[in-house]
């Protein structure tokens, strides 16, 4: 019998395998993205990597934008609560067993006042006390639209609305792309990408870095996507082996790699595969070791604490990755609360409670690392997700909806006040398409125009990463200075 293997690294044959059937499929253009994804799988331990560096600060003109993808459609409802005794009275008949306790919501003053007063979820204390202290925003009721909507439009179909709505691909897709009225072929994280990539001069590795595998957000016509796990740079040569053999395989391939060819598409092939290898051995060195948040991150173990804390790291190690731009993409799943939402009698506890709670610690780690260095000021969080959910509950949980209640943290973010327009929370109200989905009063287009201004994008550019921005009013929302 063969010995068994526990390694969860991909072997040579599946890496080979991918990168023969990549180029056989799609040429070699498309083989490029895929050796760049698949090259943080590609890394040969060959023990010579450099000393991880330390924590230090970032250049001043350095930017990254982290997308955090609450996947599953959140139920923002519950996110930011109408606590004032009328619009709370409204919001406990409209959510029934949904509904939060008056006093366990957190409450918040934000700068601007629409008459009405706000707490947050209870299970976010860490987020509130950034809120207190003007890093972090909510952006009110935003969703895909393919043009500004009405009430009397929906219902009478008089101006186009996104291609299926409320379901999760399709909305997921749409949200990533910012363009739901046709199919799907780039993502504005991709094409933001493509027009700032300028700012990286010589990088070492791509500046889209998804730590949460392929995604639409992040594909691009020019900067394809670079994947890494929570744990750095994953070898390729383990699989239970020697070091020895591990150096005698990684000298062969390097050798196969460096042989001369006679035919074009296989001496391009050769130099694309080594290029993913040499990457993910640089990526592996400057993430290899102890990491300098370790405490920050201290007890914050979850999925989506690791992501952030690589993402951390690898915001630490921009310099060196010769990257003055970077954008990175997480995820956190188990957001399609159909039933279970809430424990029935105790609603501040509960799967979404969960949910919430650990995107607070995480958040809150991850800014007080980005603190330790002075990068707070450089990095913003924004978060995305397939659409919110119903008013009304079905039971213990909630329903597929449209428009829904985001947020923005960071140094840069003119944050403790809530941007866009709440909408009027009542099933059959203005703002409502039926069962309490809200018709979107800001885009998706409008949302990301603000965070790509402050990326660097120029006004007359902004077109070309939101191509249907013009059919909005606010390019800038004044969320980010």
Wanted: glycine letters at 10%.
């Amino acid at each position: 019998m063969n010995p068994k293997t526990h390694a969860p690294d991909l072997s040579r044959r599946k890496f080979l395998g991918a990168c023969c059937a990549s180029v056989g499929a799609t040429g070699l253009l498309s083989a490029l993205a895929q050796l760049r994804l698949i090259g943080a799988v590609a890394s040969p331990q060959n023990g010579s990597a450099a000393t991880p560096p330390v924590a230090a600060a970032p250049q001043p003109d350095f930017k990254a934008l982290v997308c955090l993808f609450l996947a599953g459609g959140n139920d923002a409802n519950n996110l930011i609560i109408p606590t004032d005794p009328t619009n709370y009275a409204a919001y406990s008949a409209g959510r029934g067993v949904l509904s939060l306790p008056q006093n366990a919501v957190l409450p918040i003053t934000p700068r601007t006042n629409d008459g009405r007063t706000w707490g947050l979820h209870p299970a976010m204390p860490e987020l509130k006390a950034l809120f207190d202290q003007g890093k972090f925003a909510v952006l009110a009721n935003v969703g895909t639209l393919a043009y500004p909507l009405t009430q009397a439009q929906y219902n009478n179909g008089s101006v186009p609305r996104p291609l299926q709505l409320f379901s999760h691909n399709d909305q997921q897709v749409e949200w990533m792309s910012s363009i739901p009225d046709k199919a799907f072929t780039t993502g504005w994280g991709g094409r933001l990408a493509d027009l700032t990539n300028a700012f990286n001069t010589n990088p070492r590795v791509s500046m889209s870095i998804t730590l949460n595998g392929q995604n639409s957000f992040q594909v691009g016509k020019n900067v394809a996507q670079y994947a890494v796990s929570t744990a750095g740079a994953i070898s390729l040569l383990t699989g239970g082996a020697s070091t020895q053999a591990n150096t005698a395989r990684t000298s062969a391939m390097n050798d196969a790699l460096a042989a001369q060819n006679a035919n074009l598409f296989e001496t391009a092939f050769a130099g694309l595969t080594g290029g993913a290898v040499s990457n993910s051995a640089l990526l592996a060195s400057v993430v290899s070791g102890n990491s300098p948040f370790a405490t920050q991150f201290n007890g914050v173990n979850s999925s989506l604490g690791q992501q952030l804390h690589m993402v951390a790291r690898l915001v630490n190690a921009q310099q060196t990755l010769n990257l003055k731009r970077q954008v990175f993409f997480v995820r956190i799943g188990g957001f399609d609360l159909h039933d279970n939402q809430v424990v029935i009698g105790n609603t501040v506890s509960g799967a979404h409670a969960n949910l919430f709670r650990d995107i607070s610690l995480s958040l809150n780690a991850f800014y007080r690392a980005l603190s330790s260095v002075g990068a707070e000021n450089n990095v913003t969080v924004f978060t995305a997700s397939d659409f919110g959910r119903t008013y009304n509950t079905n039971g213990d949980g909630s329903d597929h909806g449209w428009g829904s209640h985001h947020f923005i943290l960071g140094g840069a973010v003119q944050g403790g006040d809530i941007y866009g327009r709440m909408p009027t929370f009542a099933i059959g109200g203005p703002d409502d398409t039926g069962r309490g989905r809200w018709i979107p009063t800001t885009s998706v287009d409008e949302y990301a125009a603000t965070l790509a201004r402050w990326f660097g994008v120029s006004a007359t550019d902004l077109p070309t990463v939101l191509p249907n921005l013009g059919r909005f009013a606010k390019p800038d929302l004044g969320f980010l200075g």
